[in-house]
């Protein structure tokens, strides 16, 4: 009887801890298109997400969380409101943002409803702090003209940047239907319009490899890794795939056997896993994915507007190929401290 009662005892306390362990989602609320930043100046990580819950997308505010272990995270605040005096240009709709930094100073992508052109632009905003306060740079950096020639349908939205480690320049991605590339000017405020190719990966469906939007690019190893959602945000198929290049304007090469990043897991209610970024461990060979997924509760009501946010380990094999992740309902354990 007492060693039924020390084996009941300890699977009850296994439990327990597993239910404290648990991250998953690891902000509170709903947010959505996630984007990881490690800072330099406070050797902290900062999460930037579109606000999830209004109906239409219609949120205008963007909120930054911070952590030291990428478990336990600081709800840092608003550090920009489209709506308002803080960026004129726009009236709305702030969606998926993403930011670096670059000699001491913060440059935050975002897009937003510019009601001049009646289209979904992308702005640029600064600061010398991740949290801000954040100064708009007053007009749109990637307007609605900004496409490539051959881009058809789809707005400007979805922005991403990257500091290429080979040359030292710096490039905006953008895009939805339509994959875009263009390298920064030395300001960081505006694209080198000459520059402006269009990247969409061709073929794939559905249920592979079909560009979207949400295009996010990191450099491991020699190789340019560009990843991408498939799917319309609020389907439970929504999911991310990848294919690598030798540049960072392309052209993108798909691997048929290796190209899915992650999807959905339905026997854990694990739904819509899309839209993420990628964070190295700074110095080491050591990297997450971050995204979103629909929460459970609404996968059959408004999923693309109930999303939160993940994040899990990212492994590559010997050829560099990404190890299709699987999604957890627990999440990675913290970061030791240094």
């Known amino acids: 009887m007492t060693t039924m009662k020390t084996f009941m005892t300890a699977v009850l306390l296994t439990a327990g801890a597993n239910f404290i362990m648990a991250q998953q989602p690891i902000l509170t609320g709903f947010h959505a298109d996630p984007e990881v930043l490690y800072s330099t100046k406070t050797k902290k990580y900062y999460i930037y997400s579109t606000t999830d819950g209004t109906p239409g997308w219609g949120g205008h505010d963007f909120s930054v969380f911070s952590s030291k272990n990428l478990v336990d995270w600081k709800d840092e605040g608003k550090m920009l409101d489209v709506k308002g005096d803080q960026v004129k240009w726009a009236t709305g709709n702030a969606w998926a943002p993403c930011i670096i930094e670059k000699k001491g100073k913060y440059f935050f992508y975002f897009s937003a409803h510019n009601p001049q052109s009646k289209r979904k632009e992308i702005g640029v905003a600064v600061s010398d702090s991740p ?31 990257f500091k290429d480690p080979k040359s030292g320049k710096y490039y905006l991605y953008w895009g939805n239907g339509f994959m875009a590339g263009a ?6 405020l505006s694209v080198k319009k000459e520059t402006i190719t269009l990247l969409t990966p061709k073929g794939g469906s559905l249920q592979t490899w079909a560009y979207r939007e949400g295009t996010y690019v990191f450099w491991r190893k020699g190789k340019y890794y560009f990843l991408w959602s498939v799917d319309d945000t609020g389907s439970p198929n929504y999911h991310v795939c990848y294919g690598t290049a030798e540049s960072p304007l392309g052209p993108i090469h798909i691997d048929e ?6 999807r959905q897991k339905p026997e854990d209610g694990i739904y819509g896993t899309a839209h993420n970024s990628v964070l190295q461990i700074p110095g080491k060979d050591k990297w997450y994915i971050v995204y979103h997924r629909i929460n459970k509760d609404f996968v059959n009501h408004e999923p693309g507007i109930h999303r939160e946010v993940c994040i899990d380990r990212m492994t590559f094999d010997k050829q560099g190929r990404i190890i299709p992740v699987v999604p957890t309902l627990d999440g990675p354990a913290p970061l030791k401290k240094k």
């Not at 390298?183 to 960081?188: A, P, Y």
């Not at 056997?257 to 992650?262: D, G, R």
């Open 183 to 188: 390298e920064l000017n030395d300001d960081m």
């Open 257 to 262: 056997n290796s190209y899915l990043v992650i």
């Open 131 to 161: 949290t801000g306060p954040f100064v708009d740079s007053g007009a749109p950096i990637i307007t609605d003209k900004d496409r490539p020639k051959e881009a058809r349908g789809g707005q400007a939205i979805d922005v991403d940047v």
